[in-house]
């Protein structure tokens, strides 16, 4: 199973379908919100958002749901990585509640090979998280340093660092 591309297998224009999708708890949510020390009570109150906001309950906060599809790009975008460079622009579009589930792709909007270090480039990529319903809730926008596959040739190939078993 492949984990992340080498720089020659990006195209500009491909499109990544991450897989799986992921439902959104409540438990999630709050512990997220607990990690990260944001206690807004739009995320945390039930009756705050049920009595004082246009939403009527509580919404996911937006950070969690930027991570997770950060998350469900690595395998096809950033799982060779050599540095996360950038992130552009974030965008939530619109509010998730408890109970949604979250899906998202990946387009490669530019790649540009290094100018210092002929083992490596620059992708340039769009993700887009959506609901179940699919409307669209997060945009994202990010510059990914990753390897050629002479880099990778150097240190291991596709599974580098990995043991061999021996008795």
Same mark, same amino acid.
């Given at each position: 199973?492949?984990?992340?591309?080498?720089?020659?297998?990006?195209?500009?224009? /491909?499109?990544?379908?991450?897989?799986? &999708? $992921?439902? #959104?708890?409540?438990?999630?949510?709050?512990?997220?919100? %607990? *990690?990260? !020390?944001?206690?807004?009570?739009?995320?945390?109150?039930?009756?705050? /958002?049920?009595?004082?906001?246009?939403? &009527? $309950?509580? #919404?996911?906060?937006?950070?969690?749901?930027?991570?997770? %599809? *950060?998350? !469900?790009?690595?395998?096809?975008?950033?799982?060779?990585?050599?540095?996360?460079?950038?992130?552009?622009?974030?965008?939530?579009?619109?509010?998730?509640?408890?109970?949604?589930?979250?899906?998202?792709?990946?387009?490669?909007?530019?790649?540009?090979?290094?100018?210092?270090?002929?083992?490596?480039?620059?992708?340039?990529?769009?993700?887009?998280?959506?609901?179940?319903?699919?409307?669209?809730?997060?945009?994202?926008?990010?510059?990914?340093?990753?390897?050629?596959?002479?880099?990778?040739?150097?240190?291991?190939?596709?599974?580098?660092?990995?043991?061999?078993?021996?008795?």
């Amino acid at each position: 199973m492949q984990f992340g591309r080498y720089f020659e297998e990006f195209e500009v224009g /491909a499109v990544y379908k991450h897989w799986p &999708g $992921k439902t #959104v708890t409540e438990y999630d949510d709050h512990l997220f919100c %607990l *990690l990260t !020390m944001n206690h807004h009570p739009l995320h945390m109150d039930a009756h705050y /958002a049920g009595e004082t906001t246009d939403f &009527g $309950k509580n #919404v996911v906060v937006g950070n969690y749901i930027y991570s997770l %599809l *950060l998350g !469900m790009s690595v395998p096809d975008v950033s799982g060779k990585a050599i540095a996360n460079l950038e992130v552009e622009s974030l965008k939530h579009v619109k509010p998730t509640f408890h109970g949604d589930t979250i899906y998202g792709e990946t387009e490669v909007l530019d790649k540009t090979p290094s100018k210092s270090k002929d083992d490596r480039g620059v992708v340039y990529v769009e993700t887009r998280g959506y609901k179940q319903d699919g409307t669209i809730v997060c945009v994202f926008r990010r510059k990914v340093m990753v390897p050629k596959r002479s880099y990778g040739d150097v240190r291991g190939g596709e599974q580098p660092a990995r043991p061999i078993p021996h008795e």
